[in-house]
């Protein structure tokens, strides 16, 4: 029974989602809501686009600018960061001989391996 119901409800689900996309109704798209607010294209226009467009090119050069100084902080970071590799491979190193210190370098002889015919 509550198979039947789930199953029913999914298919009106999917059948709601499907009078959404082809109803007239809904006008409004995403990423249309303000296309038509752009401006007029008209000839005496172009001095004022270009004028924005400076505007817009002074901006991204602003913000080049900003993010040129992040240079010498991402090579300070780079340079950290092969320090710190070389310490960790040194403790690596470190526990590795500790490792074959406490251990030795032969394995440990067992008894009771031996297969049974």
């Known amino acids: 029974m509550l198979i039947k119901a789930l199953i029913i409800f999914f298919i009106f689900l999917i059948l ?17 809501e303000n296309a038509g607010d752009f401006g007029d294209n008209s000839s005496c226009s172009s001095s004022v686009l270009a004028y924005k467009n400076s505007g817009a090119i002074q901006v991204l050069q602003d913000q080049v600018n900003k993010l040129m100084g992040l240079d010498k902080e991402v090579k300070d970071i780079s340079g ?37 015919p």
């Open 16 to 32: 709601y989602q499907v009078f959404l996309a082809n109803s007239s109704a809904t006008l409004k798209r995403e990423g249309l």
């Open 80 to 116: 950290n960061v092969a320090s710190l590799n070389q310490q960790v491979a040194s403790l690596v190193n470190q526990q590795a001989q500790a490792a074959t210190q406490l251990a030795g370098n032969k394995p440990v002889q067992t008894s009771g391996l031996s297969s049974v």
